[in-house]
């Protein structure tokens, strides 16, 4: 990928002699919780994650990231620590934007608008999730996975650890709910993959997960 291709070019070019091109392979630590890291990342290629580990070994997955998106320690700049580790998904590519520049950057009105445009929409995106699992039971949340996610009635997954994550959910109350899609007789379990086998149960079972997921059509939207 040419850098003159991405959709922040325009805003950096100025800055290229300080700004960096960073690449992590898959499972390597971008920034690590207690780590006081001030840079912001863009990533141009791969996908990251966004993780807490509790001491006793609980991993909540906060945030998942692909290409164009922002990427650090901004609860920062609400004077708030989420602890979190940034970890790297997949082999990524990343901009590394030391803070000197990246306030040289937030000068710019467009570049201010573009990034907090890209933060609000994570938070959004991350609150819905949360809501979501308050309001709706382990199977609707699973059978509206299940749609969601489907080829030609087929459920990719790789394995369980990314699967309880992804929803989120326990690997037991995962499995618990496996089990009771099966005798349901509404999927099947094969190695790596899921298969529906009803999907009229799975959208009785979705409809209001499937509700509260819709958008109203409106045109109210931020000028990017």
């Known amino acids: ?32 919780a207690d780590e006081n890291f001030t840079e ?27 290409k164009n ?5 901004f609860s920062y700049m609400y004077e708030q620590n989420l602890f979190c580790d940034i970890k790297a998904a997949s082999n990524v590519s990343l901009l590394k934007i030391n803070k000197d520049t990246f306030d040289k950057l937030q000068k710019n009105p467009e570049f201010l608008k573009f990034f907090l445009y890209k933060i609000s929409n994570r938070i959004y995106y991350m609150y819905k999730k949360l809501m979501m699992k308050n309001l709706f039971t382990s199977e609707e949340m699973f059978a509206f996975y299940l749609l969601k996610n489907s080829k030609d ?13 992804t929803i989120p959910m326990s690997r037991k109350g ?45 045109n109210i939207k931020f000028d990017i």
Request: overall charge neutral; some cysteine.
């Open 174 to 218: 995962l499995y618990n709910v496996i089990n009771k899609f099966i005798k349901k007789g509404c999927i099947r379990k094969e190695k790596n993959s899921i298969i529906i086998t009803d999907k009229n149960q799975l959208l009785e079972l979705s409809m209001h997960v499937r509700e509260f997921n819709m958008t109203n059509g409106s």
């Open 40 to 66: 912001v990342f863009y990533i141009l290629d791969g996908d990251v994650i966004v993780e807490c580990i509790t001491k006793y070994g609980k991993i909540f997955l906060v945030d998942e990231l692909s």
């Open 1 to 32: 990928m040419e850098l003159s291709d991405i959709y922040i070019y325009g805003f950096i070019k100025e800055y290229l002699n300080e700004i960096s091109i960073v690449q992590y392979k898959k499972g390597q630590y971008i920034a690590r």
């Open 153 to 165: 009635d087929v459920v990719k997954c790789k394995n369980m650890n990314e699967l309880c994550n």
């Open 69 to 73: 998106e922002f990427v650090g320690k």
